[in-house]
């Protein structure tokens, strides 16, 4: 069975959200943050790198959520519900691109915002002005391509979408959504999915 090494509270939520659209039975360690907000020790016995989310799937241990939810996707997504149609380079490419940019451009600016609203006041002004600058510029862009779409690619939940949320809710707990009501939207849609809640419910969040 799959094991998953889920940290409260972060973006492991969003493999578990995965594994209960594919339905999938997995087995959940849950971790909690120590005062500092970091992983504890332990999680370094799943990883070198004590991070979440982790996965154990046939005698593999596969880190970074992109990698996983590609992982999943190949391995149990027969019938490439969550993929662009085969075949389709132009697609497929779009995919890669929004598959790809949570974890790298979009997180990074929210992250920089994160810890500068855990720093005493005043906070250092080069990285105030590119956190601020680089967290309109990315959620702009999202929202620019989200237009009135349902998905990030359209019509149907592909895997793009649990970056994509992950971004937006973390977006929200900064306070930095109102701006973007498209975003906010689009967040609510699918933090009401059926398994995004029983993801919630059985992972505490
Ligand atoms: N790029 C990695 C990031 C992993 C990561 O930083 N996870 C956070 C939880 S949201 C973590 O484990 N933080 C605890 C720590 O760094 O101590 C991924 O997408 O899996």
Redesign the pocket.
Known sequence: MIVVHH?R????VFTVWLLEELGLDYELKIYV??E????PAE?KQAHP??????IEDQGMVI??????AMYLADTYDKEGSLKPPAGDLQAHTEWMQWLLYS?ASA?APLLLKLLLMREQTPHPPLISAFAEGEVALQLNHMQDFLGDKEFVLGDRLQLPDF?FTYICQMADRLGEIAPYPKLKAYLDRQMARPAFQRAIEKTGG
Request: proline residues 4%; aromatic residues 4%; hydrophobic residues 40%.
């Open positions: 940290l509270i972060g973006r492991s943050r120590n500092m907000g970091r992983a999680l790198l004590g991070k979440s989310p982790v880190a970074e959520s992109g990698a996983i974890e997180f970056g």
